[in-house]
């Protein structure tokens, strides 16, 4: 199950994970066999049941196979946990990293987005400059064609003079 859960995982995320760690309840269940053939040979047989009190067998049935089972379904329910962390653990680190990185995507494109803004500003403030400059320039253009004017007008009354 895990390793069709990381193949999805993997498939649906770009992410790569290894082969998860197999997991095997059947040393436990080997033990409850065996708690449950001990019982049936030591508590459960005719002789037993002839020979004890019913409240003795359920507590020697408490004291000797409960009392185990419950130690084995303990050990069976913390090894699970243990290996399901160990089994989590690649996961949760390859979507930290990605985590991560989305971030750093993320900050950026902010950075992209606050640049655009700063340029386009810069833009309209040269854009405003150039327009000043065209406006300067035709003003000084149309002075120079007013110099120009006046100096043709002032070399032609001298001529003028110059010829009379």
């Avoid at 992410?15 to 508590?43: M, V």
């Avoid at 494109?109 to 405003?128: F, P």
């Amino acid at each position: 199950m895990m390793e069709v859960i990381y193949k999805k995982f993997a498939v649906e995320h770009g992410l790569k994970l290894g082969t998860p760690i197999a997991f095997s309840l059947r040393r436990y269940e080997k033990e409850i066999d065996r708690l449950d053939q001990w019982c049936n040979t030591h508590i459960n047989t005719m002789f037993q049941l002839l020979t004890h009190e019913k409240s003795q067998l359920t507590q020697r049935f408490f004291e000797e196979v409960a009392v185990q089972v419950r130690k084995t379904f303990e050990h069976a329910n913390r090894d699970a946990e243990s290996w399901l962390k160990a089994i989590m653990a690649p996961m949760e680190i390859q979507i930290r990293e990605h985590q991560i990185q989305l971030k750093r995507r993320l900050e950026s494109i902010k950075r992209i987005h606050q640049a655009t803004d700063t340029l386009e500003e810069r833009i309209e403030e040269l854009v405003h400059v150039e327009n000043g400059l065209v406006s300067q320039k035709q003003a000084l253009t149309e002075i120079g064609t007013g110099v120009g004017d006046v100096l043709r007008r002032a070399v032609s009354i001298e001529e003028v003079r110059s010829a009379a």
